[in-house]
């Protein structure tokens, strides 16, 4: 392994809580300039050219926002030098992406390990050990399945391992919506109906909302958009405009009325319809957010999660499997992803596990598109779930005020790496 200097390089990055009392136009001198530099970064070549034009800025002296652009970039550009040299040959364009590996499994190659490593640490934001991952993620699973079974036993699906009654319940006709206009029309209105409950709560578990974060809700696609098969897509609401997430029910078949409730809560409320204005809010620079990419999903499962710890699925169990089953798809994608990569599985035993502790692919994805998507970007679905769980960590056993100021904490300025999100709940 090519080692660096990581203190050096990573110097400066952990600022006090409380920023000094600097002038508003000097922060915001020193933001434009950042900007400037942030804009024309990918044009320098080499990592350490670019952290080298780093150099003279000072987070402390930054508005929180730009705060987190220069010390969430920095870091990754120590991480993508470190990247570089242990695997060349990869994309350099932006964040370093190695190069498309001739056999699945990034232990194959001699600085595999370390590499896998860096990466998790990339998306994550702090540091992971790959075989801890692992076993988190193994107790994950686990504890779903657990659920799983108990639930499955009480509605009368007992027999066979908890993928294999997920087939059966998925295809069971008593939860399917028909496949016309009426049936779409009804899966629609149902998802707005349990839309319409969490923006009543969704203030009470994350704190104050940008006020276009509630004009939201779940439309049908044109007919042309079904039958085209394009996939369920996003308008994010904006001061001017509503938010909208377009359902995908080409194959309302495959999306039993149970599965959809979750949707709900990870793509409208409180799930990305909150993150992300927020974020567009802060002026996140699209280098933060490209170095960051798994923080949006981990953010809209946490979502998720907080509607079911909060009573969502009270009395529901059905759709508390549909809940679990969600869960499943994200904590198995991320344990096949530290099992090929880390664990050395191959991507049979990796195939099998997918069919024995989910059974049913996510509508979106096959299980052999997962496989691929795993297989060519090593660490990015074991480091979405990863962000889920901490996050999950940040916000365990607390309610009321010290919820909401926990997820403000998450959610404040937009995107950042889980180690500038402190367990008390504060913004490091």
């Known amino acids: 392994m090519i080692a660096l200097d990581r203190r050096a390089l990573l110097g400066g990055l952990v600022a006090s809580a409380a920023l000094p009392a600097i002038p508003a136009h000097a922060q915001a001198g ?14 320098i070549p080499g990592y350490d050219a670019r952290l080298a034009r780093l150099e003279p800025f000072d987070a402390a002296a930054l508005a929180p926002s730009a705060s987190l652009d220069l010390r969430t970039i920095r870091s990754a550009l120590a991480i993508d030098s470190q990247l570089a040299r242990l695997i060349p040959g990869g994309k350099v364009e932006g964040p370093y992406r190695l190069p498309s590996p001739a056999e699945p499994g990034l232990w194959r190659h001699p600085n595999g390990a370390a590499a896998f490593a860096l990466l998790l640490e990339r998306h994550v934001g702090e540091r992971c050990d790959p075989d801890a991952a692992h ?40 939860g399917l919506y028909s496949d016309d206009d009426t049936g779409r029309d009804a899966a629609v209105a149902d998802m707005n109906r349990w839309l319409d409950k969490a923006r009543r709560v969704t203030s009470a578990l994350v704190g104050p909302l940008p006020p276009a974060s509630l004009d939201v809700s779940v439309r049908r696609m044109s007919r042309a958009e079904e039958a085209a098969g394009k996939g369920g897509y996003r308008q994010i609401p904006t001061r001017g405009q509503s ?5 995908d029910l080409k194959q309302i078949r495959r999306r039993p009325r149970w599965s959809l ?14 993150q992300l204005p927020i974020e567009a809010e802060a002026g996140a620079h699209s280098l933060r957010i490209a170095y960051l990419p798994v923080f949006a999903e981990g953010w ?16 529901a169990p059905l759709e508390e499997l549909g809940h679990i089953h969600w869960l499943l798809f994200r904590a198995v994608r991320g344990l096949i992803d530290t099992g090929i990569h880390h664990r050395r599985w191959s991507v049979a035993q990796a195939r099998a596990e997918l069919d024995r502790l989910q059974g049913v692919p996510a509508y979106f994805a096959s299980f052999e598109q997962d496989l691929d998507r795993v297989t060519n970007e090593p660490a990015v679905r074991a480091a979405e779930a990863l962000v889920w769980l901490g996050l999950a960590d940040r916000t365990r056993d607390r309610s009321g005020t010290m919820l909401r100021k926990a997820n403000q904490a998450i959610l404040g300025h937009g995107r950042k790496p889980l180690r500038l999100i402190p367990d008390d709940g504060s913004v490091a």
Request: charged residues 25%; proline residues 2%.
């Open 261 to 274: 409730h979750s949707v709900v809560h990870h793509e409208l409320l409180p799930g990305h319809m909150v």
């Open 30 to 43: 020193a933001h434009a300039k950042l900007r400037e530099v942030l804009d024309g970064l990918n044009a």
């Open 243 to 247: 938010g909208v997430y377009f359902v």
């Open 300 to 315: 809209a499962v946490h979502a998720e999660q907080l509607m079911a710890d909060h009573g969502a699925y009270r009395g």
């Open 135 to 174: 076993r988190r993620l193994e107790r994950t699973v686990a504890g779903l399945g657990a659920r799983a079974d108990r639930l499955m036993r009480a509605a009368g699906f007992g027999k066979g391992t908890v993928g294999d009654r997920f087939k059966a319940m998925f295809s069971d006709p008593r």
